[in-house]
């Protein structure tokens, strides 16, 4: 087991977070209270952090996928998963995005709480990938929404979140070129930045 920084709650359910795996915040719970997961379906969690997203899915999905670039993410979801007694149901990998599937699973719904921050400096930590996005903020969000499409199938849907520090109107439009219909559902006001929840359905 990772070491243990803390243990957060989730209505009925409780979450392990280890040390060097990103702590749910206002980012996750705007995205877990928009789950609108439907019984047997199939769900991607891309950057699955402690794994509370995938976790919540498991409940109703009939599989999810959960992933993440830093492996302490993934061995801290894999506990939480165990503990929750969904582990049966998701399977965990560890790697860049769409990276370490080595087939084209597709999905009902994709899962991204993204990282957002414009970084000028690499990544020095492993729980720096919580929040790097690059120079521009949106490197990862943008190879995000290149490869996607390609793992839902139609009338499959994208719930993601995103901040208005890395232009949340890039994304929309990105999305719509790229033959999603997407609309912000869901947000949260801060005094410095805006998260929005943007779902997608593609079409
Ligand atoms: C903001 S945290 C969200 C964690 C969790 N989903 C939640 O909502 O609490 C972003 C997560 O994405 C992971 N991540 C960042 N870049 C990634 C990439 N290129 N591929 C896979 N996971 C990535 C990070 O390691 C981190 O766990």
């Known amino acids: 087991m990772g070491e243990l920084v803390k243990e957060i709650f989730y209505g009925s359910l409780s979450f392990y977070?280890?040390?060097g795996v990103y702590e749910p915040a206002e980012d996750t719970f705007l995205?877990?209270?928009?789950?609108?997961?439907?019984e047997g379906e199939r769900v991607m969690d891309v950057?699955?952090?402690?794994?509370?997203l995938a976790i919540l899915s498991a409940f109703k999905a009939s599989w999810v996928l959960a992933t993440d670039i830093n492996p302490l993410a993934v061995r801290c979801a894999?506990?939480?998963a165990k503990r929750n007694g969904v582990l049966g149901k998701?399977?965990?990998?560890?790697?860049?995005l769409f990276g370490p599937l080595n087939r084209k699973p597709m999905f009902d719904l994709v899962l991204f709480n993204a990282?957002?921050?414009p970084m000028e400096e690499e990544p020095k930590e492993l729980i720096d990938y919580a929040w790097h996005g690059g120079r521009s903020g949106r490197e990862t969000i943008n190879?995000?929404?290149?490869?996607?499409?390609?793992?839902?199938?139609?009338?499959?849907?994208?719930l993601m979140v995103q901040s208005s520090l890395s232009?949340?109107?890039e994304t929309l439009l990105a999305l719509e070129r790229k033959g999603f219909r997407a609309e912000i559902t869901d947000e949260e006001r801060f005094f410095f930045e805006r998260i929005a929840l943007i779902k997608a359905i593609k079409s």
């Open 90 to 96: 998701i399977d965990f990998l560890c790697g860049d």
């Open 143 to 158: 190879r995000f929404l290149s490869e996607v499409f390609d793992y839902l199938k139609y009338g499959g849907r994208i």
């Open 47 to 52: 950057g699955t952090g402690c794994g509370i």
């Open 31 to 38: 995205l877990a209270r928009n789950l609108d997961v439907q």
């Open 167 to 169: 232009n949340i109107e």
């Open 17 to 19: 977070v280890f040390r």
């Open 115 to 117: 990282p957002y921050l």
């Open 78 to 80: 894999r506990a939480n």
